[in-house]
C-alpha cells in the first residue's frame, strides 16, 4: 500500500488583494430572452470589455467641488465600487434590459426581477426622492432651453472648424474623440 500525497491548495485570491481580478470571458448565454435581438445584442456584447473601476483624474482645485458634490447627493457609495464581479451576470443584465416602455425599466437576471427606474437607483444610492419629484437632471433636461446649448459645447470641447456628428435626421450625436481639444 503506498500512501497518497496530499495536495494544499491556496486561494491565489487572499494572496493578491491589490492586484486587480482577472476577469475571464463570458461563457455562452444562460438566461438571455429567446428573441433574435437579444441574441444578436449578446453577441454584439460579448466583445465589450468592463471595467470593474474608472479611475478619475482631478485636478487640485477640483477635488473639493467633487467630492462636496458626492457627499451632496449621498453618492459616495459610487465611490467604493464591489470588488469582485461576474461579467457573465453584467452580460445577461446589458442583454435583457431592452426598454421597449420608458415606464417600465426592469430586467430578468438569473430568474430575478431588478429595478432600475430612477427610484431602485436612487434608494441604492441611499437617497430616494418622494413621490411626483423630479430629480435636477431630469429637471435641467425638460427646460430645454438650459439643458443643451450646442454653441457653447462645441466651442468648450471642439478643435476650430469641428463639431458633432449629426445622423440620418440631422440631430447632433457625438463629437468624435479626434475633433476634441486636448487638456493639458
Known amino acids: 500500500m503506498g500512501r497518497t500525497k496530499s495536495i494544499t491548495i491556496i486561494n491565489l485570491t487572499r494572496f493578491n488583494k491589490g492586484k486587480?481580478?482577472?476577469?475571464?470571458?463570458?461563457?455562452?448565454?444562460?438566461?438571455?430572452?429567446?428573441?433574435?435581438?437579444?441574441?444578436?445584442?449578446?453577441?454584439?456584447?460579448?466583445?465589450?470589455?468592463?471595467?470593474?473601476?474608472?479611475?478619475?483624474?482631478?485636478?487640485?482645485?477640483?477635488?473639493?467641488?467633487?467630492?462636496?458634490?458626492?457627499?451632496?447627493r449621498n453618492w459616495t457609495k459610487l465611490t467604493d465600487p464591489y470588488p469582485k464581479y461576474d461579467p457573465n451576470i453584467v452580460l445577461e443584465f446589458y442583454t435583457n434590459a431592452w426598454v421597449e416602455d420608458p415606464n417600465d425599466l426592469k430586467v430578468k437576471v438569473k430568474g430575478k426581477w431588478i429595478y432600475y427606474d430612477r427610484n431602485a437607483i436612487n434608494h441604492f444610492l441611499g437617497n430616494?426622492?418622494?413621490?411626483?419629484?423630479?430629480?435636477?437632471?431630469?429637471?435641467?433636461?425638460?427646460?430645454?432651453?438650459?439643458?443643451?446649448?450646442?454653441?457653447y459645447i462645441v466651442e468648450k470641447l471642439c478643435i476650430p472648424n469641428k463639431s458633432f456628428q449629426t445622423g440620418s435626421t440631422e440631430h447632433s450625436l457625438r463629437i468624435k474623440r479626434k475633433d476634441m481639444k486636448i487638456v493639458a
Request: aromatic share 12%; hydrophobic share 30%; with cysteine.
Open 128 to 151: 430616494p426622492l418622494p413621490d411626483n419629484v423630479e430629480c435636477t437632471y431630469q429637471t435641467i433636461k425638460n427646460s430645454r432651453d438650459e439643458w443643451f446649448n450646442e454653441r
Open 20 to 72: 486587480r481580478a482577472k476577469v475571464e470571458s463570458p461563457s455562452p448565454p444562460r438566461n438571455i430572452e429567446p428573441t433574435k435581438d437579444k441574441k444578436k445584442r449578446y453577441e454584439e456584447l460579448k466583445s465589450w470589455a468592463f471595467i470593474s473601476e474608472r479611475k478619475v483624474i482631478l485636478l487640485f482645485k477640483e477635488f473639493d467641488s467633487f467630492l462636496n458634490g458626492l457627499m451632496q
